[in-house]
């Protein structure tokens, strides 16, 4: 198995254009969890879906945030317009919601610095 | 409180014995993990236990649990070099419609010689 894919890996811009990441779930898995890491806040949990339904998005800083899952295979998470403080490191994690251990997968991060 | 709470460093000898410590939140947690994040990488799940027992040992890890105190603890016998690393715990907080994991704000373990 290729595990969560990520894409880009790293994503440098300036600030007030939009940003796109990207996130391929394990086949299989119908939960899937977008993360953000910042030395000053740590790992946040920003939204996850479940069947491709959000479930939980109180996490996503404000309205210039916005997370899709079109399908079981594929998420997208923008930020439009990006500033300087979303820099961090964002984190796409899914699992399989039915097994009573749950595990998390987590892929390798897309690392942003905006400008 | 909200916070899942862990020291945020430990520094420890090759070969010797590593304990990193967490207190979690809510005590109808099921599930509680530890995961580890070498530098540039994700999280990788390093072990996890349920709440209905007091200790898990895989290998060189052994997972100690206290529900009553919330406390969850992770030991590392013989420590090497690579395990050098951040260390996350995290509980499985049970809320409607579906599970989520609360991560504690990571214990940077590093290994000396």
């Known amino acids: 198995d290729a595990g969560v894919i990520q894409s880009p890996r790293h994503e440098v811009t300036e600030m007030g254009q939009e940003v796109t990441l990207r996130c391929k779930p394990i086949?299989?898995?119908?939960?899937l969890f977008w993360y953000r890491q910042t030395m000053m806040r740590g790992l946040e949990l920003l939204i996850y879906?479940?069947?491709?339904?959000?479930?939980?998005d109180s996490g996503m800083p404000e309205d210039r945030f916005s997370a899709k899952m079109p399908n079981a295979s594929f998420s997208t998470l923008k930020i439009q317009p990006s500033e300087p403080r979303d820099s961090a490191v964002y984190f796409c994690?899914?699992?399989?919601?039915?097994?009573?251990?749950?595990?998390?997968?987590f892929g390798p991060g897309t690392r942003l610095l905006v400008l | 409180g909200e916070d899942v709470e862990q020291s945020l460093f430990l520094s420890v000898r090759e070969g010797d014995s590593s304990v990193i410590n967490c207190t979690y939140t809510?005590?109808?947690?099921?599930?509680l993990y530890w995961y580890k994040q070498e530098p540039g990488a994700g999280l990788q799940l390093l072990t996890y236990?349920?709440?209905?027992?007091d200790m898990k040992q895989d290998q060189r890890l052994t997972v100690l649990l206290n529900k009553k105190d919330k406390h969850l603890s992770l030991r590392i016998a013989d420590t090497q070099t690579g395990d050098s690393a951040i260390y996350f715990c995290?509980?499985?907080?049970?809320?409607?419609?579906?599970?989520?994991?609360?991560f504690g704000t990571g214990t940077q373990l590093k290994v000396e010689l």
């Open positions: 995290a509980e499985r907080r049970i809320t409607g419609g579906g599970n989520k994991l609360t």
């Open positions: 809510d005590s109808s947690s099921t599930y």
């Open positions: 086949s299989g898995h119908n939960s």
């Open positions: 879906f479940n069947n491709n339904v959000p479930i939980d």
């Open positions: 994690a899914s699992s399989f919601s039915g097994r009573s251990q749950e595990t998390q997968y």
């Open positions: 236990i349920f709440s209905n027992m």
